[in-house]
């Protein structure tokens, strides 16, 4: 069955991006520390890369990550989606204007102007289409911003937590969880390497 994910990278403080975060400085000041493990030789982080990229059927994201990712500093052939480990699934961009140009033009790029929700069944519908395609399970992942997975938890989209808690505390940046819908988490798998302790929950 496909799962909706939200997968992110977080600091022991909970903040997902360092401080003054932009289109050039994505991550923000001293940011780059949330994502070490996904570059990391260690065999544990690799793993949890690879299994979980794997199963990327398709990716949703916000506006203000898009804008990074496809910005003049964003991604190139070995910092895309998945480090390498994944091929090319298809992406989903919450936004209330789509962009005039795309410069990662080799990506499948549709642009959600409904809202959240709409995004969330579009790129389940998408996963489902590519696993049957494929002939196995693939899942439909939120890869962020903050906000955009705070508000699919809070809106009851998500049916997996995945956390990459960093071994740093930035201080500020931006947060995580900004209070927001309680919501029941069950702890499925923990994996702790030098770069990262990897979580993994079930939401109710």
Same mark, same amino acid.
């Given at each position: 069955?496909?799962?909706?994910?939200?997968?992110?990278?977080?600091?022991?403080?909970?903040?997902?991006?360092?401080?003054?975060?932009?289109? /050039?400085?994505?991550?923000?000041?001293?940011?780059?520390? !949330?994502?070490?493990?996904?570059?990391?030789?260690?065999?544990? /982080?690799?793993?949890?890369?690879?299994?979980?990229?794997?199963?990327?059927?398709?990716? &949703? !994201?916000?506006?203000?990550?898009?804008?990074?990712?496809?910005?003049?500093?964003?991604?190139? +052939?070995?910092?895309?989606?998945?480090?390498?480990?994944?091929?090319?699934?298809?992406?989903?961009?919450?936004?209330?204007?789509?962009?005039?140009?795309?410069?990662?033009?080799?990506?499948?790029?549709?642009?959600?102007?409904?809202? !959240?929700?709409? $995004?969330?069944?579009?790129?389940?519908?998408? $996963?489902?289409?590519?696993?049957?395609?494929?002939?196995?399970? *693939? +899942?439909?992942? *939120?890869?962020?911003?903050?906000? *955009?997975?705070?508000? $699919?938890? /809070?809106?009851?989209?998500?049916?997996?937590?995945?956390?990459?808690?960093?071994?740093?505390?930035?201080?500020?940046?931006?947060?995580?969880?900004?209070?927001?819908?309680?919501?029941?988490?069950?702890?499925?798998?923990?994996?702790?390497?030098?770069?990262?302790?990897?979580?993994?929950? +079930? &939401?109710?």
């Amino acid at each position: 069955m496909t799962r909706i994910i939200a997968d992110i990278s977080v600091s022991l403080d909970g903040f997902v991006t360092g401080p003054d975060p932009g289109p /050039d400085n994505g991550l923000g000041t001293g940011g780059e520390a !949330l994502h070490t493990w996904a570059f990391s030789d260690d065999p544990e /982080d690799r793993r949890v890369l690879r299994e979980a990229t794997a199963r990327s059927g398709a990716v &949703v !994201l916000g506006r203000r990550l898009f804008d990074v990712v496809d910005g003049p500093h964003g991604w190139d +052939d070995r910092t895309g989606y998945g480090a390498g480990e994944v091929g090319k699934p298809a992406f989903f961009v919450v936004t209330s204007t789509p962009p005039e140009s795309v410069r990662l033009t080799d990506l499948d790029w549709t642009f959600v102007t409904t809202g !959240l929700s709409d $995004a969330v069944s579009a790129a389940r519908a998408r $996963a489902e289409e590519a696993s049957s395609d494929s002939g196995r399970e *693939l +899942d439909a992942f *939120l890869m962020g911003g903050g906000a *955009l997975v705070g508000s $699919a938890l /809070d809106a009851g989209l998500v049916d997996v937590l995945q956390l990459h808690l960093a071994p740093v505390v930035l201080g500020s940046g931006t947060p995580l969880f900004t209070g927001g819908t309680p919501r029941t988490l069950v702890q499925r798998a923990v994996t702790a390497t030098s770069t990262a302790t990897h979580l993994t929950y +079930d &939401v109710r």
